[in-house]
């Protein structure tokens, strides 16, 4: 509080006279001295940090429950406690790689120094399941939108990083393909046979007809494929060509090409999707399918076993489109062989 301080005459005080109402020239108040400027005020607010964040997935993991928890731990290392806030998300976790996953949580009243862990619900991401899985940056907040008066604003966030692995939620990829393929410009479907000659070659090589043999393949699961996989076409068990370095992200489809020879005979060729099963599937019983083809004398007479262009793994890959969700058709039983 201010002070006012009046001066009187000298020769007055020493005369012992009474003094007279001073004149306002006689009069001198001093300032007043500043009491509860922000250095103050700092001294007497919350600061709320965070200081440490932890990711857990949840069982069960299904649409409209939370599909991992975040438990985040919250400090009040200010000078006065801070109020409780119920009605808005005072600590609040979201994904900052892409979609904004995330949610929010109220906070209690927190005195100085006293610290709780708040369970952060992020649910299931029913629009795209698959975007669950992988890595992810969150960005973990509290007060963001200055519920609570602090003396530091600076410091109420922080990064956190986590990985859900392939499977977390039950999501995973599912190797298969829809339709047959292209052989010689023919569409054969899987399981059934075409009978291809001359003119359907696309070239002829020794006397031989090479042939275009063209097919898709498709991830109807709800998670990308890991690791890379393999395919591989055989005829009667015998390895004729092989794929690697593949992969699919999930709702995708590709398309393969080689090009066989094959002279005049029955083939009875057989495709394996991620054969030796390095991929985790929802459904590891629609990878192989099988397909006949009859080629007539028009391609040489000697039958030989089936041979790629180019070395055993030339396959070539190209990106594809969508395929419509046919029927899967069951693979067939090999015939015997003709010879």
């Known amino acids: 509080m201010g002070r006012n301080v009046y001066l009187i005459g000298a020769a007055a005080l020493m005369l012992g006279l009474a003094a007279k109402p001073a004149a306002a020239a006689d009069l001198r108040i001093e300032t ?14 919350p600061d709320l940090v965070i200081q440490g964040v932890n990711f857990y997935p949840q069982k069960p993991c299904r649409p409209g429950a939370p599909a991992l928890q975040v438990d985040v731990t919250v400090q009040n290392i200010g000078k006065a406690a801070s109020h409780a806030v119920s009605n808005a998300g005072m600590v609040q976790a979201r994904d900052t790689v892409g979609k904004n996953w995330g949610n929010g949580h109220s906070l209690p009243a927190l005195a100085p120094g006293q610290s709780t862990v708040v369970h952060i619900p992020v649910y299931y991401l029913q629009g795209d399941p698959g975007y669950m899985l ?29 990985t859900m692995p392939v499977g977390f939620c039950g999501l995973l990829p ?14 054969v479907p899987w399981g059934g ?48 060509a092989v794929n690697s370095g593949l992969s699919l992200k999930a709702g995708e489809t590709k398309t393969l090409d080689t090009e066989p020879t094959m002279p005049a005979g029955r083939y009875a060729i057989s495709v394996s999707l991620d054969d030796g099963n390095a991929v985790a599937e929802s459904n590891e019983n629609n990878n192989l399918f099988r397909v006949i083809a009859d ?23 190209q990106t594809g489109t969508r395929v419509p969700a046919n029927p899967k058709l069951n693979p067939q039983p090999e015939p015997p062989s003709s010879k």
């Open 174 to 187: 599912d190797i298969t393909s829809h339709k047959g393929p292209q052989i010689g410009g023919k569409f």
């Open 134 to 162: 992988g890595f992810h940056r969150f960005k973990v907040t509290v007060n963001a939108g200055k519920w609570v008066m602090e003396s530091n604003y600076n410091n109420n966030d922080r990064m956190a990083e986590v």
């Open 295 to 317: 080629v007539d004398n028009t391609c040489g007479n000697s039958r030989t076993m089936l041979r790629m262009g180019g070395t055993p793994t030339g396959m070539h890959m």
């Open 32 to 45: 007043p001295v500043q009491r509860t400027g922000p250095a103050m005020r700092a001294m007497h607010l």
């Open 193 to 240: 046979s075409v009978r291809l000659g001359r003119k359907e070659a696309k070239r002829i090589q020794n006397g031989q007809c090479v042939f275009d043999f063209v097919y898709q393949m498709s991830n109807d699961g709800k998670a990308d494929t890991a690791p890379q996989f393999v395919n591989r076409l055989r005829e009667r068990g015998k390895l004729v």
